[in-house]
C-alpha cells in the first residue's frame, strides 16, 4: 500500500513538470522579449507636410524627434512620434528661427531666434515648452555647445559683424550667463570646469592647430594634441583628427580622460581650398559607437565624384562595420541605442541600420498618404 503511495506521487510529480515545462514553452512561444517586439515595430513613412515643413532637430528618444514648422507666421516646435505618428506641439515663437539644439539627457531644447538685426534671443525650454533660460544677445553671429558633464552648462561664442567675439558661460539652473576668458572663439567643454579649444596662429595659415585644454577656475592650460585638424569631445571619450603627413592619411584617434590613445582609424580626408572635409559623423555614447561616412576615394572635395561608405566604428575595440557602400554625403543623428539616423539636409529621412532601409518622412503637397 506504501509502495502505491509512493508510485503515485512520483506519477503526480512528473505530469507537474511536464505540465510546467509546457506551459512556459508556450508563453516564450507567444512572448518575445522587448527587444523583438521594437524590431517588429513599424515607422510612419511621409508623416509629415512638406509645405509647412523647416527641418527635424534630433532625437529626444529612441521613438521620438523634435520637428520645426511654419505656421500661420509662426515657426512651431513639436514632438513627432515615428512610430504612431502623433504630434504634440509644445512652443512656438515669432518667424524669426534661426536654429535649435537638444541637450544631451534629451530634456532641454535651445532654440536661436534672431527678431532684429545684429541681435539674437536664446531660449531654452524643458520638454513640456516651460522656458527655462531666455538672453538677448548683441550678434552677427552665434555658436553654442552643451556640456556633456553638466546639462545646465553651456557655452556660447557672439560674434561681431568684424569677427571679434566674446565667449559666454550659461548656467541653466541658475539662469545666468557670463563672459568667460578665452583666447578663441571655437570652444567645447571637457569636463564641468575645463573647456578645449585649438590654440590657432593667427600670424599665419594652417589647417591644424594644438589642441588645448584651459582650467576655467585657475586659467590653467595644458597642450593634449600638439597639432589638430579637428576634435569633438564626447562623454567617454575625446575625437583627434590629425597627420603625420601634410596630405595624409588622416587619423582619427579616441583618446581617454586620463590621456592614453584607446582606438584610433586611419581615412582618407578630402581636401578643399583652405582645409581638409570632415565628413558628417555621430557619436552613440554610452555604446562607444561612431557612425561616420568615408570617402571611398582619395581627391578633392570640388571635384569629387566618387561614392562614400557609411560605416561603423568600436571605439573601444577598434573594430570597423561597413553599414553602406553607397550613399551621398549628408547629415547624419542616430537614435540613443543606436539602431536608427535622421538622415539628410533637413534630417528628412530615417536609416534602419538594422535593415538598411532608408524611409521618408516628408509627404509631398498632393501626394496621398
Known amino acids: 500500500m506504501i509502495n502505491n503511495k509512493k508510485v503515485s506521487v512520483l506519477i503526480w510529480f512528473l505530469l507537474s513538470i511536464l505540465w510546467l515545462s509546457a506551459c512556459q514553452s508556450e508563453e516564450t512561444q507567444t512572448s518575445p522579449p522587448e527587444k523583438e517586439k521594437f524590431e517588429k515595430k513599424e515607422m510612419v513613412a511621409e508623416g509629415l507636410t512638406s509645405d ?11 521613438s521620438e524627434i523634435l520637428t520645426v514648422q511654419n505656421e500661420d507666421s509662426q ?6 512620434n515615428l512610430y504612431n505618428g502623433s504630434k504634440m506641439k509644445i512652443y512656438e515663437i515669432p518667424s524669426s528661427y534661426v536654429s535649435a539644439s537638444i541637450s544631451p539627457d534629451k530634456e532641454k531644447i535651445l532654440i536661436h531666434s534672431a527678431p532684429v538685426s545684429y541681435s539674437a534671443q536664446v531660449t531654452i525650454i524643458g520638454r513640456d515648452g516651460e522656458v527655462l533660460f531666455q538672453e538677448d544677445v548683441p550678434s552677427y553671429e552665434l555658436t553654442h555647445s552643451w556640456n556633456k558633464f553638466d546639462d545646465n552648462a553651456l557655452l556660447m561664442t557672439s560674434f561681431s559683424e568684424d569677427w571679434s567675439f566674446q565667449v559666454f558661460q550659461i548656467d541653466v539652473e541658475k539662469g545666468i550667463m557670463e563672459p568667460l576668458d578665452v583666447e578663441q572663439p571655437f570652444v567645447q567643454w571637457q ?3 575645463s573647456v ?13 592647430a594644438p589642441l588645448v585644454s584651459q582650467n576655467i577656475l585657475d586659467g590653467g592650460k595644458d597642450t593634449l594634441v600638439d597639432s589638430s585638424v579637428h576634435f569633438n569631445q564626447f562623454k567617454d571619450s575625446l575625437l583627434s583628427i590629425s597627420s603625420r603627413e601634410e596630405e ?12 592614453e590613445i584607446q ?20 557619436m552613440i555614447d554610452g555604446k562607444g559607437h561612431m557612425i561616420t561616412f568615408k570617402a571611398n576615394e582619395p581627391g578633392s572635395f570640388d571635384t569629387y565624384t566618387g561614392t562614400f561608405s557609411l560605416v561603423k ?12 557602400e553607397d550613399l551621398p554625403l549628408e547629415p547624419i543623428q542616430c537614435t540613443p541605442n543606436g539602431e536608427i539616423c535622421l538622415y539628410g539636409n533637413q534630417l528628412e529621412k530615417v536609416i534602419d541600420l538594422t535593415t538598411t532601409n532608408i524611409i521618408q518622412l ?5 501626394a496621398d498618404m
Open 248 to 259: 595624409g592619411p588622416f587619423t582619427y584617434q579616441f583618446i581617454t580622460s586620463s590621456g
Open 313 to 324: 566604428w568600436d571605439t573601444v575595440s577598434g573594430k570597423e562595420t561597413v553599414l553602406f
Open 362 to 366: 516628408l509627404k509631398e503637397e498632393g
Open 75 to 80: 515657426t512651431s516646435f513639436y514632438i513627432y
Open 52 to 62: 509647412i515643413f523647416v527641418e527635424n532637430i534630433g532625437w529626444l528618444s529612441d
Open 191 to 193: 569636463s564641468d570646469s
Open 263 to 282: 582606438t584610433e582609424f586611419s581615412v582618407d580626408l578630402l581636401s578643399r581650398y583652405s582645409d581638409w572635409l570632415i565628413p558628417y559623423y555621430d
Open 196 to 208: 578645449l579649444f585649438q590654440d590657432w596662429n593667427t600670424e599665419e595659415v594652417s589647417v591644424s
